[in-house]
């Protein structure tokens, strides 16, 4: 069973960087996927932040690709992201998830998901 | 940006058929998958590819996709359908979600 599970501050102050970690069992790093972060702020829809392969393909949103950064580290079963220069907008649920390649791209497994409060 | 557009809620009784329509520009040229999310929990795919319900989901979820429109069914819909249904695609290298229906069984 693919399981995964978000870590991270849960308060992050204004203009700095939100960091978040995510760790995945039952499911190998490396095995074609794409891992992603998805955001939800408080009483509103989905957002997509972005993909990583562990060839190191990326894709990220649009209107987020300036401040993100995702890495993975295989050996640890573990990808990451970076949000820098934060604000309100920010505050979200976070959640990571596995996600297939292709034009068929798609979740299939999600973490619970942590909540990131931005807040001075 | 790619948009897809979706009713906000939609209300059906225990037992009848829930129809969740999400429209996109030329929507049937591209691959929509399904989530469920229900009051604090994650979102679950409930199909994906247009019509296909991944292991454990109920065969009463189906999922259509023809012109501009694509189209979750609940068949026999059951008190714990009840959630937030979003659909989602790939387009020009980034995930897109629609903006969620609230679907409320009574």
């Known amino acids: 069973q693919v399981q995964l599970q978000e870590s991270g501050p849960g308060l992050v102050k204004p203009s700095e960087t939100l960091s978040l970690t995510c760790v995945v069992s039952g499911s190998s790093i490396g095995s074609g996927y794409y891992w992603g972060w998805i955001r939800q702020p408080p009483g509103k829809g989905l957002e997509w932040v972005g993909s990583m392969s562990y060839s190191g393909s990326t894709y990220y949103s649009p209107s987020l690709k300036s401040r993100v950064t995702l890495s993975l580290d295989t050996s640890r079963r573990q990808f990451s992201l970076r949000l820098k220069s934060v604000t309100a907008a920010d505050t979200a649920v976070y959640y990571c998830a596995r996600v297939s390649d292709g034009s068929g791209s798609h979740a299939d497994y999600w973490g619970q998901g942590t909540l990131v409060t931005v807040s001075p | 940006s790619y948009d897809l557009t979706q009713t906000p809620s939609l209300s059906v009784s225990p037992g009848q058929t829930a129809s969740i329509a999400c429209s996109g520009d030329k929507l049937w040229n591209k691959y929509v998958s399904w989530y469920q999310q229900r009051p604090g929990q994650s979102p679950l795919l409930v199909i994906y590819?247009?019509?296909k319900r991944p292991s454990g989901i109920p065969e009463r979820f189906s999922g259509s996709n023809s012109g501009n429109t694509a189209t979750l069914t609940i068949s026999g819909t059951q008190a714990m359908d009840e959630g937030d249904f979003y659909c989602q695609v790939w387009d020009s290298n980034t995930v897109v979600f629609g903006g969620g229906t609230k679907l409320t069984v009574l």
């Open positions: 590819q247009d019509t």
